[in-house]
């Protein structure tokens, strides 16, 4: 836990002191792959609340997601067509349910931890 | 397994915090607006054209240098090398020039003198005018009261005196030297001073400028002061 904060901090102390700049014509595609990887961490910690953590499957997720987005974006602007949208979209929302589902995981589990200390007491 | 979980989690936050950052350095750099008009582009546009038409006249001299190292290198080095020497020291203003050139003569204006007006010293900013309208032509070589102008000479006021290479002007009248390759470039740098504002703001200080004819057999005194090195440095390697 504390060292995945650690891990946090480091990047982003990293990136802000070496003020390391990308050109603004990739902007885009680095915000979509912000995105994706913060979906793939929160599916990750959602399987793991509930018992299905697979390595594989979360670091090869974290990456796929990322490439796959930056291409959708990608084709998206030599078609014309804003496809980056599908991509925010289809992130924003499962964002939003594992967030969601991690929540009441994590209610459950302290309700459940309240029970057992008043069945205690 | 926790531990496993832990440093996988750790790296991709890496990750994750590194992105961000990056994202919000790039996102927070405020763009600097481009507000020059189609003149002003044109201008730089010329501008680096004559940049770019310098640097390679520069690049030809140099392999033209390279070339007869090459030639010489069987027969005789030390001569390219010499020659070499040479071009450098009179590019650098240490040896006199002489060539077609003409002679400007800075003097009170006949106006001050038949009012008896206090004759002062020329003012640097004045003076500095004058070099920078002379310099718009290249290949010239230029002394001022007998102090020859090169690329590190300062023109200014040092106690209440203008000063070239810090060595005081006179008060008018003096003499301004300038020597070019060729009887042509003279001719053109005549015409050009003849018709310059230059006159209108000498005038102003109560000064004239007499501009002889072009003189075919001019010579500029050499740079007689040691140079300051202080700001180069020496480039390593390639």
Redesign the interface.
């Known amino acids: 836990?504390w060292?995945?904060?650690?891990?946090?901090?480091?990047?982003?102390?990293?990136?802000?002191l070496t003020?390391?700049?990308?050109p603004?014509e990739y902007?885009d595609y680095?915000?979509i792959?912000?995105l994706a990887?913060?979906d793939?961490?929160f599916g990750?910690i959602r399987a793991?609340l509930q018992g299905v953590?697979d390595?594989k499957v979360?670091?090869s997720g974290?990456f796929f997601n990322i490439v796959l987005a930056a291409a959708l974006a990608f084709i998206g602007v030599h078609l014309g067509v804003d496809l980056y949208l599908a991509a925010i979209f289809a992130f924003g929302v499962r964002l939003f349910q594992n967030i969601a589902v991690i929540r009441r995981i994590l209610l459950t589990k302290w309700a459940e931890k309240k029970e057992v200390r008043e069945l205690q007491g | 397994m926790k531990k496993?979980?832990?440093?996988?989690?750790?790296?991709?936050?890496?990750?994750?915090?590194?992105?961000?950052?990056?994202?919000?350095?790039?996102?927070n750099?405020p763009?600097a607006r481009d507000t020059r008009d189609i003149w002003e582009i044109r201008q730089e546009l010329s501008r680096e054209m004559q940049l770019h038409s310098e640097l390679l006249t520069e690049i030809g001299t140099v392999d033209d240098t390279l070339s007869k190292y090459e030639d010489a290198s069987n027969e005789s080095p030390e001569q390219a090398l010499k020659e070499t020497v040479e071009d450098l020291r009179s590019a650098a203003g240490l040896d006199e020039m002489t060539g077609p050139g003409i002679e400007i003569s800075i003097e009170p204006s006949p106006e001050a003198v038949a009012l008896g007006l206090n004759i002062e010293g020329i003012a640097p900013d004045l003076l500095i005018r004058l070099v920078n309208e002379i310099n718009r032509h290249n290949g010239l070589y230029i002394s001022i009261d007998g102090n020859r102008v090169v690329n590190t000479t300062a023109i200014r006021d040092i106690n209440g005196t203008t000063t070239v290479n810090t060595v005081p002007v006179q008060t008018p009248p003096f003499k301004i030297k300038i020597v070019s390759k060729t009887m042509d470039d003279t001719e053109k740098l005549y015409n050009h001073l003849m018709s310059s504002r230059i006159h209108d703001d000498f005038y102003i200080d109560n000064l004239s400028v007499i501009i002889t004819e072009p003189i075919d057999q001019l010579t500029v005194e050499a740079y007689d002061k040691e140079h300051n090195y202080q700001q180069l440095e020496k480039v390593e390697g390639e």
Do not use: C, W
Not at chain 1, 3 to 16: F, Q
Not at chain 1, 19 to 22: N, T
Not at chain 2, 12 to 23: K, T
């Open positions: 836990m060292l995945s904060i650690l891990g946090l901090l480091l990047g982003i102390s990293l990136g802000l003020d390391m700049q990308i603004p902007a680095l915000s792959a912000v990887s913060l793939t961490l990750g793991h953590y390595d979360f670091v974290f | 496993k979980l832990s440093s996988r989690f750790s790296v991709i936050l890496f990750i994750i915090g590194l992105m961000a950052a990056v994202q919000y350095n790039t996102i750099e763009d």
